[in-house]
């Protein structure tokens, strides 16, 4: 297989010869290395980027002990592409991953994962998040990936599957322990992911109570506490002193000082600023802080940099120095900074909002804002960005816009990535998602309206989602309709008006906007789904299965909801007992989520009344595996063993059944005599039945045929 592009340019490797003035600076080729992440953490919400109300002290720890960037900054304000440019070293335009959900990594692209398990590094990611699911492509590399995502019953992943801060930690450290125990001289990377800072803001006790008045940061401090056991565990593994460890936000979080309350829409300060610190015990600087500007792309580089890992040239595409990461060794060193020119954007407002997508750069002391009504900043003078230099300095701005346009030029690629032919496993895997393409271009926007004039629907409808997470279902009901009213196009109102009207008991209504919502966004297929789950209620099933035969045929794929869209015609499928077609489309949806029981559940079911003995056979072998003493699972692989003639496996499993399990189905003595008279066994045959007989509650047919068989077996003997 060819090798993958490295998206990075030539950087500099700082060997230690070279470092002799800064003895601070200590480049191993044989460090572990580990990277935090966490998710919508502002900087200035930590204790030690100068919060007082923070109780963040592991996180002020290590910052103390390591070097912290003052002025780091994400280039998007978006989960997945964030990570993927923290990741590959890259922007957005250049890796292709513009916003959470619709795109995955091209698998072409290295990644650090990838670089460093080819290095002999033991790789392993564990996030807590849907949006950074394996079906997004940041699994590429991880030996384990593990996104073992709690899912409602009787349901496939969705945007709202994501665990705490304690379930992730509790995964990383079961890896941990074992990687000690069998490869404790090997080099691991790792990467832990904690979501909890997320809106809804809900911190378990304590915290609750103690930040009652900002949960926000409440979850901040209870994250805080995960990344001291994460320490703590390294620390009795005598693994802390030899571990390169980043700690760094994905993006920030807004709270209404410029109209947002969240993130994904503008790239102001409270967005894209986020924490990063290194630490490295003997090999950086301890409690140095930098004010020069970092970004997240800077991050890889600066791994492969203190790992003395030659960072290969890139794919030639854009020649010469550009926004794309270089290590940040020189400047921990005590190197001068060189200007720098950082690309930022969101699309979401383009996807999400139908305004023009937000794109700008920052560089020396300016941010520009390419937008309708554009926008100039000189941060240094005016960090909360409350005055629009644009006409003051409209030379400043038009030199700023020519240079963006310039870089959207060079970056942004024409069509998705060409790359390796992907292979027969990969292909069915892409498919099983609903994946085909992530290449989406933004440059006729100027007919769009600018997002500051659609915020308000925004505002309006996390308003109504917090109403609604707390019950108050009326009032969330005006918030919904009043955010569609300010802005018809924006899609998320009509899918929690639906369901806010569907808990009402209110399922005419819920359809009808639904309706309303597909009218207006005839491309947002989340609402078609919504829409066909009321049909699903309603018992019209061919209806909802055209809609979701439709959605797969869509260009662009549905890369976030694939799964979800096969598992429902699977269910719709079963409810009309066509059992081939629900087999056709639970087997995709079992393949993008192996972990799925639920899915695998279903399947296994309808092949095995199918006859499709081997496929059927293979699944039990997997949950079997999960849930060894699942008596259900158990009698149907005993039923199966004896459907095949394999007799003695069958015994072996109905004998699991009526030893290890207190109560089985009583129905269970009756298959097992059978079993055992079929083969012979006439006196044991006898006794399971015997014990059927004293078990069955019921004097029926069913009794009285056990009793027939019990007096022939015993003449037998």
Not at 538 to 560: F, H, N, S, T, Y
Request: with cysteine.
């Amino acid at each position: 297989m060819p090798e993958k592009k490295l998206l990075l340019p030539i950087t500099l490797l700082w060997l230690f010869s070279q470092l002799q003035g800064s003895p601070p600076v200590k480049i191993t080729p044989v460090a572990n290395v580990l990277v935090i992440t966490l998710d919508t953490t502002r900087a200035d919400r930590i204790g030690i980027y100068g919060y007082k109300p923070g109780q963040t002290p592991h996180i002020d720890g290590i910052a103390r002990k390591g070097v912290r960037f003052e002025n780091a900054y994400t280039p998007a304000p978006l989960t997945l592409p964030a990570h993927c440019s923290l990741f590959t070293g890259d922007i957005p335009l250049a890796h292709g991953v513009r916003n959470n959900g619709r795109y995955r990594l091209p698998g072409q692209i290295d990644t650090l994962a990838e670089i460093l398990l080819r290095r002999g590094f033991t790789t392993a990611a564990f996030v807590s998040s849907f949006t950074l699911e394996s079906r997004f492509g940041l699994d590429q590399g991880f030996a384990t990936y593990n996104d073992n995502l709690p899912v409602k019953k009787g349901q496939v992943k969705t945007y709202s599957s994501e665990r705490t801060a304690e379930e992730v930690f509790a995964d990383f450290a079961a890896w941990f322990e074992n990687f000690h125990r069998q490869d404790k001289n090997k080099k691991f990377f790792a990467w832990v992911h904690f979501f909890d800072p997320h809106m809804p803001y809900t911190p378990p006790e304590p915290f609750k109570t103690r930040f009652q008045q900002n949960p926000y940061d409440g979850e901040i401090a209870y994250m805080d506490v995960y990344i001291g056991k994460i320490m703590t565990l390294l620390e009795e593994k005598q693994a802390l002193a030899n571990t390169l460890i980043v700690i760094v936000g994905d993006h920030g979080e807004a709270f209404g000082e410029h109209g947002e309350f969240g993130h994904m829409v503008f790239c102001y300060e409270e967005n894209l600023r986020v924490p990063l610190v290194f630490y490295a015990p003997g090999r950086l600087p301890e409690n140095k802080s930098i004010a020069d500007r970092a970004n997240l792309v800077d991050i890889m580089p600066t791994i492969l940099d203190f790992l003395a890992i030659p960072i290969q040239p890139g794919s030639g595409r854009v020649p010469g120095p550009g926004p794309r990461g270089i290590s940040l060794l020189p400047l921990i060193a005590g190197a001068a900074a060189k200007e720098k020119t950082f690309y930022i954007e969101s699309v979401f407002p383009a996807e999400a909002l139908g305004c023009a997508p937000v794109k700008g750069l920052i560089k020396g002391e300016y941010k520009f804002i390419d937008l309708p009504h554009p926008e100039l900043y000189r941060l240094a003078t005016d960090p909360g960005e409350k005055e629009n230099l644009f006409f003051k300095q409209n030379a400043v701005a038009r030199q700023l816009k020519q240079t963006l346009a310039q870089l959207i030029k060079q970056y942004e690629p024409p069509t998705a990535h060409p790359g390796r032919k992907l292979s027969a496993d990969e292909e069915r895997k892409l498919k099983s998602l609903g994946y085909f393409s992530s290449s989406i271009k933004y440059s006729n926007a100027a007919n769009l309206p600018d997002p500051k004039d659609k915020i308000a629907s925004l505002t309006e409808f996390v308003v109504g989602s917090r109403l609604k997470g707390e019950g108050k279902t009326n009032e969330a009901i005006v918030y919904f309709n009043r955010a569609i009213e300010l802005n018809p196009t924006f899609s998320w109102p009509y899918s929690m008006l639906a369901q806010a009207y569907l808990e009402s008991g209110k399922i005419d209504e819920a359809l009808n906007v639904l309706k309303k919502g597909i009218a207006q966004n005839p491309g947002e297929y989340q609402l078609k789904i919504d829409y066909t789950l009321l049909l699903k209620k309603q018992a019209r099933w061919d209806e909802a299965i055209e809609i979701l035969k439709g959605l797969l045929r869509q260009e662009g794929g549905i890369v976030d909801v694939g799964p979800e869209v096969y598992f429902i015609l699977g269910d719709l499928y079963t409810e009309k007992r066509d059992a081939a077609n629900a087999i056709s489309n639970y087997r995709p949806a079992s393949l993008a989520e192996p972990e799925n029981f639920v899915i695998k559940q279903k399947l296994v079911y309808l092949l095995h009344q199918s006859k499709k003995y081997p496929e059927a056979l293979e699944i039990y072998r997997d949950l079997e595996k999960a849930t060894p003493g699942d008596a259900g699972l158990l009698l149907n692989m005993a039923i199966l063993y004896e459907q095949i003639k394999k007799y003695d496996l069958s015994k072996t499993y109905y004998l699991k059944l009526v030893t290890q399990n207190p109560a089985p189905p009583v129905r269970v003595y009756y298959n097992y005599a059978l079993l055992l008279a079929k083969t012979g066994n006439f006196q044991e045959a006898a006794k399971q039945m015997q014990r059927f007989i004293d078990n069955y509650p019921a004097d029926d047919s069913l009794k009285n045929t056990a009793r027939e068989y019990l007096e022939k077996w015993k003449s037998a003997n």
